[in-house]
């Protein structure tokens, strides 16, 4: 079935649809695995919506939200960045861990001019790379601590605006497939709304308790 056929895909996003083609009973497989995956984020923010401070909240959530996307696709490492109307980094969690101000900054803007995760922006798609080594959307980054031979890029939108990006990787090729990245497409709503509200929060109450 394809999203064209489906309503519930094609709703969620004002950008373009992952198209998907699995068959009606593993699309309610994925269906419930996407419900599961909104609830734990929803529980999750919640949670430590009621115990993180103010400012805190905003990496609080973006840092939740990788290690649940993460938990739900079996991927290795993920990243997310964050960007404002003009297209200015306000927050982001690399992959490879903390790093200094200027590499962060060099290797965000390497990733959104040349590779998967500037594609997925400028489609307002859902992205996968099957095999890094022949998938020229792949930028491979000096010092790079982990292998990435496959790749999913989920764009965030918000209303009609470009919100920011997560960038799920693995070792093996073909680890991300068209059930994965439907379960994705019909959760990233969710996920679109968690962000925005903790953004909201640090940015007016960030000196609540």
């Known amino acids: 079935m394809t999203n064209a056929k489906n309503p519930l895909i094609s709703n969620q996003l004002d950008g373009i649809p992952f198209e998907a083609s699995i ?12 419900i599961q995956l909104q609830t734990t984020l929803l529980k999750n923010s919640i949670s430590y919506a009621q115990s993180v401070s103010g400012s805190l ?3 609080t959530t973006l840092k939740n939200t990788i290690e649940t996307l993460i938990n739900a696709t079996n991927a290795d490492e993920g990243s997310i960045f964050l960007i404002d109307e003009d297209g200015i980094i306000m927050e982001s969690i690399l992959a490879r861990g903390p790093v200094t101000r200027d590499l962060k900054d060099s290797v965000i803007s390497k990733v959104l001019d040349d ?5 997925a922006l400028r489609h307002r798609q859902i992205g996968i790379i099957h095999d890094a080594l022949i998938d020229d959307r792949w930028v491979n980054l000096p010092n790079q601590p982990y292998t990435g031979r496959s790749a999913l890029a989920i764009p965030l939108i918000y209303g009609i605006d470009a ?7 693995h070792s093996q090729t073909n680890h991300f497939d068209e059930a994965i990245a439907s379960m994705i497409q019909y959760t990233m709503e969710a996920i679109t709304a968690i ?15």
């Open 23 to 34: 068959e009606d009973h593993a699309l309610l497989m994925v269906a419930h695995a996407a």
């Open 57 to 59: 909240i905003l990496k």
């Open 115 to 119: 590779g998967l995760a500037g594609w």
């Open 163 to 169: 919100i920011g990006i997560i960038t799920l990787t």
């Open 195 to 209: 962000i925005v509200n903790a953004r909201i929060h640090s940015e007016y109450y960030p000196l609540s308790s």
